[in-house]
């Protein structure tokens, strides 16, 4: 799905230079459910960043889904973004104007998918989140945790090869972040392959494998021991993180 190979990422301001990434390479196969830490400062968003296709490497290749995006113009790789990669934020980015439905369809009419079918992927992505009840309500009336599984539909609608997010749960309390982590676990068994940025350590106990970097390498790359599943865990039986 991923292969990332020999990657560096330089920024330049005037005099200064600084390098994010120094020559990683990792591959990610299809199905899995991966997660990047590490401490601030350490390459997980840069490297996050590099394979959304919001940012281009300095150096590298990067294969995704069997195409080389390495040398893609700004309007190839929006064309990647809008198919192939669905982005949840740890800011949800919601349109206050539109409706649930309505902001769940926003990429797909960017997209350019008829009215009815984008319709149909909408309310099916919501349903799959749990919040198909509540579609022409607006954003303020909704809870946190809820206005990220609006987020994370709007991300599955178009179908993508892979889901990425970054601090997915950072704006949340640990009910509502368990409450997410069921909602990743539950599409990952489905087969959707999942990137996740994460800062919180309870976090990597929910995914299978985990990518732990500093100073802009990768060092160490490991399957998760012991994973907890949710969906054997009652919501009122979730641990509380202290």
Known sequence: MIELENAYKTYESGSISF??????SLKVENGEFTGITGPSGSGKSTLMN???CLDRMTQGKYILDGKDVSSLNDKELAGIRNK???FVFQTFNLLPRLTILENVELPMVYGGIPRKERRERALEALDKVGLLNWQEHKPNEISGG????????????NDPVVLMADEPTGNLDSKSSLDILRVFQDLNDEGVTILMVTHEPENIKYL?????FNDGVIVEDSK??????LKDIPPEEYPRVP
């Open 208 to 212: 299978k494998r985990v990518l732990k």
């Open 84 to 86: 192939k990669i669905g």
């Open 19 to 24: 390098t994010a990434l120094k020559g990683v």
């Open 146 to 157: 809820q206005k990220q599984r609006v987020a994370i539909a709007r991300a599955i609608a």
């Open 50 to 52: 590099i394979l959304a």
């Open 224 to 229: 998760v021991e012991d994973r907890r599943v």
